[in-house]
């Protein structure tokens, strides 16, 4: 390749990128249309189970390659293996309009949210301590008290879900985001 030619690989990240879990099938569907109901325009985004970039471990920093990424990540990728969560219920980040699912407690989880941390990317700080969770509804602000009381005694899916792929994502804005790089765990 030549100095001057430009591939996916040599993209300098420049948005909001996040390292997630992704949650499969039929799983994903159901909490699809959780967010068809409370925030639309979430529904279109990856379902998927958050490892860096809102807590715990900020979002990747700026100026590093999404190749830089890859490396480090085939790397964390060999030294987590395929495992199962469950959801347990709706919760609310406090002070925010954040709605989410929560995750009944996962070693297997912890493990892998602190092998990508430190796997050699860059991250920007965060105040918040990792807590894992899916999000359904962001800063929208859910005024009808129906509507609330529904959010919060949905039918959350009970059965355990494998998680077995790594997954980057850009977020140029909160409704729409980009895949840069996957990979399967180990």
């Known amino acids: 390749m030549s100095p001057d030619s430009n591939t996916w690989e040599d993209r300098i990240i420049d948005s909001p990128v996040y390292i997630v879990l992704d949650v499969p099938s039929p799983v994903a569907e159901k909490i699809q249309s959780f967010r068809e109901k409370f925030d639309p325009a979430r529904a279109a985004l990856p379902v998927e189970i958050t490892l860096t970039g809102s ?12 190749r830089e990424i890859a490396e480090s990540l085939e790397q964390a990728a060999k030294q987590i293996h395929p495992f199962c969560v469950s959801f347990d219920s709706v919760d609310r980040f406090p002070g925010t309009d954040i709605y989410f699912l929560t995750l009944k407690d996962s070693p297997e989880l912890q493990h892998a949210q602190k092998t990508v941390s430190g796997c050699g990317i860059n991250f920007d700080p965060t105040p918040y301590p990792y807590h894992p969770h899916c999000t359904l509804a962001l800063r929208k602000e859910i005024r009808d008290d129906l509507d609330l ?38």
């Open 149 to 186: 009381l529904n959010l919060f005694f949905l039918d959350v899916p009970q059965e355990p879900i494998l998680l077995d792929m790594l997954s980057v994502y850009a977020m140029k804005d909160v409704n729409s985001c980009e895949i840069l790089y996957k990979i399967a765990l180990s």
């Open 55 to 66: 807590c715990g471990t900020g979002l990747v920093t700026h100026g590093q390659t999404v």
